[in-house]
């Protein structure tokens, strides 16, 4: 990634791709207390437009609260950085990474009088879990890792060193011949994938996870949204893994993974193992609506300029 060319807002300023580098001796870099978010710009008619920038922002300025790290700008400056940042580096379409970290003023689990530096990046990303896989479907495992309970570290933040349990997870899956992994809470309900929120389809009625142990997902938050006002039940519950066993559909939601069909799980088909019709018609709506195709729901896209 560091060879690229572009520039990255760091701290206020532009600097060189290339450039933006940090001290071996960065406390984030060693201890992974950092939180950062990731979403997606689009091509629309209109013009390039960042999809819930806002929704996003929040949650950035809510992980860093709750890891005791005081922002330095205001929410508008760091909305203001993720249009810049795509409009800077010319892309049509983008996927954004923003990312709050302590500095290298010390070392040790204190993690005091360091200061907090924001960095926003951009730059092309296609389908997170392939392309073909966006009709196709996914197979997925469950994980021998555990999801982080949530007393040990905090799922409601989007922090940096909650990506170890993810990164372990998805390694796993890839190398015993999954494309994902889905990962279960200390209590054996599905929490989620190692990026994505998990929705599962039985009888026509949808069902996903309670948030408890899961990042308050906001493609999950938008997914509930389509599916309501297209007349479907959705029911908030704890699953478990053979309910997604038995179910019609199953689909993973993200930023990055956008809406992705599941069509088999611990080597069980899901339904008729492949892209169910309700996924297929929310995959299609969520994309008219992050490529701005429709006329509801304006107030979820900003254009970058
Ligand atoms: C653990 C986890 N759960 C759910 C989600 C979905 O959240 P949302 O994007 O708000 O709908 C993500 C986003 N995963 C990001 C990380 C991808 C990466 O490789 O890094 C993403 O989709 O950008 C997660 O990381």
Redesign the pocket.
């Known amino acids: 990634m560091d060879d690229r060319d572009g520039l990255i807002w760091l701290d206020g300023k532009w600097v060189d791709w290339r450039d933006a580098k940090v001290h071996v001796l960065t406390h984030t870099l060693h201890y992974g207390c950092g939180v950062f978010e990731?979403?997606r710009a689009y091509k629309t008619d209109a013009g390039t437009a960042i999809f819930k920038l806002a929704e996003h922002t929040d949650r950035l300025f809510r992980s860093a609260h709750i890891m005791n790290m005081k922002m330095p700008f205001s929410k508008e400056e760091i909305n203001q950085a993720h249009r810049d940042a795509v409009a800077k580096n010319n892309l049509d379409s983008a996927y954004i990474r923003s990312m709050v970290f302590f500095g290298s003023e010390g070392m040790g689990l204190r993690a005091d009088n360091l200061k907090v530096h924001v960095m926003v990046a951009a730059w092309t990303w296609g389908a997170?879990l392939g392309a073909e896989n966006m009709e196709k479907g996914i197979r997925i495992r469950t994980s021998s890792y555990t999801r982080n309970h949530v007393n040990s570290t905090m799922c409601k933040a989007?922090a940096n060193g909650n990506y170890i349990n993810?990164i372990l997870a998805l390694q796993e899956a890839l190398s015993t011949g999954y494309d994902e992994a889905l990962l279960l809470d200390h209590e054996g309900f599905c929490a989620?994938?190692?990026?994505?929120?998990l929705f599962i389809v039985r009888n026509g009625k949808i069902y996903t996870p309670e948030t408890t142990s899961?990042?308050e997902?906001?493609?999950?938050d938008t997914l509930i949204t389509i599916a309501r006002e297209q007349g479907y039940e959705i029911i908030e519950k704890r699953i478990t893994r053979d309910e997604v066993y038995v179910a019609d559909e199953a689909f993973f939601?993200?930023?990055?993974?956008e809406v992705t069909p599941i069509r088999q799980y611990d080597n069980r088909d899901i339904g008729s193992g492949s892209r169910g019709p309700i996924t297929e018609k929310l995959q299609a709506l969520y994309f008219d609506y992050v490529q701005g195709r429709r006329a509801d729901h304006k107030e979820w896209l900003t254009l970058v300029s």
């Open positions: 990731g979403l997170y989007k993810s989620e994938g190692s990026g994505e929120n899961a990042l997902g906001i493609t999950r939601t993200g930023s990055a993974a």
